[in-house]
């Protein structure tokens, strides 16, 4: 079993820059890679950024562009996202979640651990 735990979250103004953390504890023989993920009100869960166990594959949501940074530290069991010239669209609460099925990056289905989630609010 694998759990995850978010932190970094806040509230910045258009054009700040905010570093979330994820520290992934536990184990799984089925953990593909690390993903993150965010949910606004009202609206669907999407996919953000994602990066392989080896941290060699990246991937990004095309709204990122350029925007944001994925990166891991296996030492520390940590899956960092570096959000840049932040927008109020951004506004969400950021989930990372643990891929236990090989497909689409994107799409919540492919996880099957997921953190609580932190609060991302950006004014304009």
């Known amino acids: 079993q694998v759990q995850l735990a978010e932190s970094g979250g806040g509230s910045v103004q258009a054009g700040g820059s905010l570093r979330l953390s994820c520290v992934m504890s536990?184990?799984?023989?089925?953990?593909?890679?690390t993903g993150w993920f965010r949910q606004a009100p009202g609206k669907e869960r999407e996919g953000v950024a994602y990066i392989s166990r080896a941290g060699t594959i990246t991937y990004y949501g095309d709204f990122v562009k350029g925007r944001f940074t994925i990166s891991r530290d296996a030492a520390k069991a940590t899956v960092v996202l570096q959000m840049n010239s932040l927008e109020p669209e951004d506004t969400a609460i950021y989930y990372c979640?643990?891929?236990?099925?090989?497909?689409?990056?994107?799409?919540?289905?492919?996880?099957?651990?997921w953190g609580q989630g932190t609060q991302v609010t950006v004014s304009s």
């Open positions: 979640a643990a891929r236990t099925i090989p497909g689409d990056w994107a799409s919540p289905g492919s996880y099957g651990h």
């Open positions: 536990g184990r799984s023989d089925d953990w593909y890679g």
